[in-house]
């Protein structure tokens, strides 16, 4: 299989030879819960099979872009950047559905090359979709042309450097193409770390965090990516954005969080100055296990109002704790006689990371909200087989789309008032839509907490309809998004608007809301040529 | 003297039978210091001696006008809704010069009518200055009328309800026109608190934190108060807008932070929801002295990295620590034998505030790094002391301006490396246009911190200039922000930009953020009407 960039599968995730393959006890999993119904797909096509139109540039437009940048035409590499990494994605891909690739790959390095291909596409009227890891679950990177007669995918991974790394202040400059485990690389080189873990992690870049508003598994401790934002710098078709003199600022509006999660419609960021940790000297990853989801709720809930929620929280919900222990293995060991014997069904992960003193004294105060609300630990090896494992699941899902399983998550935020009434709604939407008769799982975990509230990400397992699995899965997610938007919960958390959440956007910022974003884009990039189709209806 | 609304004096701060009046040392250290330089100014005018133009609202507008809302157009109320409480403000006021007085003060209690006056004045060609406590110090409530014939005060606190308490989520929805201790009193009746403590807290308002991005004196451990902003409610001239959804979310860019900070620009607030805290079980407020404020300042930035800074964390430089002294009446006390045995020079306020434990333990680890930074505790009289004063300052200010000096203050927040040379340059520059010979006592402290840096507030003290003290002060305010742009600091951190710092907000966001602005005020305020001649040039 080719791996362009040397980073991710065209038509799947990461390194597939790091694919775990479905051991036999999932396979017994899968075959209970699904009666039996899942059906293989097609294997999925060659990369010489897909389905790709001629690059509708002229030779003359080619050059022009050749002399700011590194222009590739080849099919691996057109065909990696046409989609991201949506269960639509792969369905589309691994059938060989590369509708509307990307006619060239431009690759840069310097922020003066965004700058001056910014200028000629705008010349041009050529459409631009800023690419970086390439991970996207809702169409982000998806090449939409519109009315442009071509597009290019402009890929920032070359653009990989650490500007400067302020040791006083405790930030660093970087720039967008670095992606997750380059950037702590070169942080953990002088002793830091941005403490920034999305499951995306081993793919996304920092401009992909910044444009998309990314969160990670640490992100109720070390913040969210948005939240460690203190500068960032934006090319577009108008000129260069600057932004941030100091961590916070009274000078009018924060721009900023105008820059942040503008997915690429707005301008390119070049660089983001985020704030970073001294390498926590202290970790301890642990396993714990509540009578149920609303107990364990209510303990997360506890823990964030009295600032003492561990930097990794999160909790599983009873379907999910099963799920998740038959899928890992662990069915036998966990899921018995010790848990039934201390009726404890929702299994929770807290990972306490700093210095040791610190974090025995929160933990100490922690863990008797944690036992007040009926939680037992399981030790350590849970939380460390958690930690060593989330980066994976990605790789299983390849796996599973092999076994004719469809498997998608989506997620949200609200209040902690209105979680449980959320969660409900999600779940029957859900299911209404795929059928209850077809063993539909639905997993759901809180996993980022704020005082105010907290996310609520939801995992769907059901066996995949053959003929038809888009038209299945957009089913689902339009019931679930509904739901989502009736409850007044967020339409998303932390996965962005791109094209798939578009015709809620309304629905989550009012029509006016909409029309302000509008007359920004208006002002930055006249031309509409920044990733069409995306955030803006 | 009278008292518009029962809040604030028309040409003061607050109750003037609040107003301390100068004690001996106070004198003495005032003669010492300005070496006699001192010339009270004429005393200020009464209020029947006030320049006040006419009203130019025809009678018909106002018919139209009182058909929605209460409209006043005595003396009082128009004196009181024209000036805000900066120097120049009280300089002008007390010498007669209301010039541009609003013709109007329009009261609403309800957000409908702000909705209907917003159309009702963009059709009639008003101008409408959202006006809250008053309390603005950078112009944000001038009634710069411009290119409109008339111009109304729109005072917002009538609208004085706490809407909603969730006591789940940790959520208040406040009406815009709730004055701190209005909002603390209906809180604390259920249990809790903003925690939020401007200098202006007696009179300043929900909208105005909102509005201009406000920081109490609690912040580093509650947060800023655009932090605590989970929703809130526009009403513009184009429609309403109803942000937030859930605390955070990636729904493209974060419009809440478009709004907070707007300084009615582009439309009026006309409800928050805000994060509340359970009313803190335990207090502890503590003097400590730091060798020097480069010691101190180590200390603070170490205990805000390490996520153990006291939720107060203020540090005065050497000469701040000297004049507070003197003017608490505490000179002879603290700053004699005890401090200069000890060598210390920097006087630091801890306020630790929460349940016991935890308190307990922050608090033991904090002090490790505060000692070995050479801190000396002076206990908890001096925290005590300087909590039980800490909004009296501005009264204090009154009596001064009756003894003939200039005071005023200005502040800026940059990252932690910056921070050394950005207090240079500000103190160089106002001094040099001030005068070195005056006696001009700078003082500087720093009350705000964050992993990436921290804010600087400036305290000048001068003798007035008799002839002409609008254009001594603008002299050197204007060498003050030069200098803060110049070392690459914020224009502010949090009294916002209003029209006294608008020449500057180019530096800061740059010509092209300025224009996108402006496409935003375009969009929701077509005609120009809300607040005229603030934040945008």
Known sequence: MVQPSGASSWNGWGDPARRPGLSEHVREFLDQRFHGLLVPPPPPVALEEVRLAPSALSAEVRQRIAAIATVSEEREARVAHARGKSYRDLVRIRSGDASGAPDSVVSVTRPSQVEELLALCTEERLAVVPFGGGTSVVGGVEPLRGEFAALIALDLTGMDRLVNLDIVSHTATLQPGLRGPQAEALLAARGYTLGHFPQSYELATIGGYAATRSAGQASTGYGRSDELVVGLTVATPSGTLQLGRAPRSAAGPDLRQLMLGSEGAFGVITDVTMA??????????????????????????????????????????????????????????????????????????????????????????????????????????????????????????????????????????????????????????????????????IGCHVSHLYPAGASLYFTVLAPAALRDPLGQWDAAKRAATDAIVASGATITHHHAVGADHMPWLAAEIGELGVDVLRAVKQRLDPAGILNPGKLLP
Not at 324 to 346: E, P, Q
Not at 404 to 424: F, I, M, Y
Not at 427 to 439: K, M, N, P, Y
């Open 276 to 441: 970073v940790r001294p390498t926590p000297p202290h970790k301890r990853y642990e396993g714990w296990f509540f009578p149920s989801f609303s107990s364990g709720l209510e303990a997360l809930r506890r823990l964030e109002q009295h600032k003492l929620a561990p930097e990794v929280s999160r909790l599983s919900d009873e379907d999910e704790t099963v799920g998740n222990l038959a899928l890992s293995g662990h069915g036998g060991g966990l899921s018995g006689a010790y848990l039934k014997a201390r009726r404890v069904k929702a299994m929770a992960i807290f990972g306490w990371e700093g210095e040791q003193e610190l974090v025995s004294a929160r933990r100490k105060l922690g863990l008797k909200i944690v036992r007040a609300a009926g939680g037992v630990s399981v030790g350590t090896s849970a939380g460390q087989a958690w930690e060593s494992g989330r980066f994976a699941a990605p790789y299983l899902r390849d796996d599973l789309l092999d076994a004719g399983v469809l498997v998608e998550t989506l997620e949200t935020a609200a209040s902690w008032a209105k979680l449980p009434q959320v969660r409900d709604g999600v779940r029957e939407a859900v299911t209404s839509a795929l059928g209850a008769s077809s063993g539909v799982l």
